[in-house]
């Protein structure tokens, strides 16, 4: 049996539960074909039945942090399914799936030294390792000791919304710009006003509400744009979908990413997206998106916007190349890869 940790879908619209959400059904999918492989889901006890009602759940409890009533079951594997899970059981192989060291790219130095000793002992916990990009391995290599265990790259997949259309509560009046993330100080979000001067475009932001959007506005007030940027709070996938449509282009220009989902979902549109050169962007973006400077000067960033924008507009770069590039990340590759790992320790 693989018992999969799915106790992050307690917050919907984040990166976390599209992950857990998206792998899952894949997972389902791959497993139903093998004879000796069971799956089964642990999951907050809001989200049971997430993967249908005759899957088998067990429901996360905030005591299993301190007691986990699990016995160990002979061929069993436990996938935490990111960097720091609320519980491991024990003596049970665990899969520890490692997001991201974003927390090295925080602003609090004095934190780095705690959270780096939480994920060595997961590190130290786990049977196999595996990392969403190249550079998060790196990132693993670079700062943790792994004792000589193997650490899998395997991509995040893309899911496309297949959903009824639904038209956000928030609609542009003109051409717009989009961009979707929490609203945190990493995500870089307040050098992006200075795109709306010259044009008469709008800047939609959606994602969780964080006091650092005050910064992002008071950078739209000193470029007069203030009436044009909207933060919307998080939005559904449908209303996602709306923006991503219909968008002029995605814009995401973050400090730390470990993989950087967005990115691919708005290339699943054949939409232009501009990136920062940090972290794994280059890596997940590659020669189909187009980047800023490492200053994020402002007068490089609109001519690069600009420069872009030339470039999809006549076909240089093409919205059937950048649809190509993003079909590479699919979570039927990656549910594969993953099953791979659960019969080496099974």
């Known amino acids: 049996m693989v018992i999969f940790d799915c106790e992050k879908m307690k917050c919907p619209n984040t990166g976390l539960y599209r992950f857990c959400e998206s792998l899952g059904h894949s997972l389902m999918e791959k497993i139903r074909t093998e004879p000796d492989m069971t799956l089964a889901f642990y999951t907050p006890k809001s989200v049971a039945g997430a993967f249908g009602d005759t899957e088998r759940y067990y429901i996360y409890r905030s005591l299993h942090k301190y007691f986990f009533p699990f016995r160990p079951v002979k ?7 990111q960097q720091f899970p609320k519980a491991i059981p024990y003596r049970i192989p665990l899969v520890l799936t490692v997001h991201d060291l974003n927390f090295l790219y925080e602003e609090n130095m004095d934190t780095h030294g705690r959270w780096l000793g939480k994920l060595q002992k997961n590190i130290d916990r786990a049977e196999r390792i595996v990392a969403i990009s190249e550079f998060t ?7 943790l000791k792994t004792d000589g265990k193997n650490i899998d790259v395997i991509y995040n997949g893309c899911t496309v919304y297949r959903g009824k259309p639904e038209t956000p509560d928030y609609v542009p009046e003109r051409p717009f710009l989009f961009t979707v993330g929490t609203i945190l100080r990493k995500k870089n979000f307040h050098v992006l006003p200075c795109l709306l001067d010259g044009n008469d475009m709008e800047l939609v932001i959606s994602g969780l509400r964080y006091p650092y959007e005050n910064e992002i506005m008071d950078a739209a007030k ?5 009436d044009r940027i909207h933060i919307t709070g998080p939005v559904s996938e449908a ?9 002029r282009a995605f814009v995401f220009p973050s400090l730390a990413e470990g993989f950087g989902l967005p990115v691919i979902e708005a290339m699943t549109y054949g939409k232009p997206v501009f990136l920062s050169r940090r972290t794994s962007l280059p890596e997940i973006g590659g020669d189909k998106a187009f980047y800023f400077n490492e200053e994020f000067d402002p007068d490089g960033m609109k001519k690069e916007f600009s420069e872009g924008m030339a470039l999809y507009d006549s076909g240089v770069v093409s919205k059937e190349d950048i649809i190509a590039h993003a079909r590479r990340f699919s979570w039927d590759n990656a549910a594969g890869q993953y099953v791979q790992i659960y019969k080496s320790l099974l």
């Open 222 to 226: 000193w470029w007069k744009v203030a």
């Open 137 to 143: 391995k790196a990132e693993i290599l670079r700062h």
């Open 239 to 247: 209303a996602k979908d709306w923006y991503m449509r219909n968008c």
């Open 75 to 81: 061929n069993t594997v436990w996938h935490s399914t």
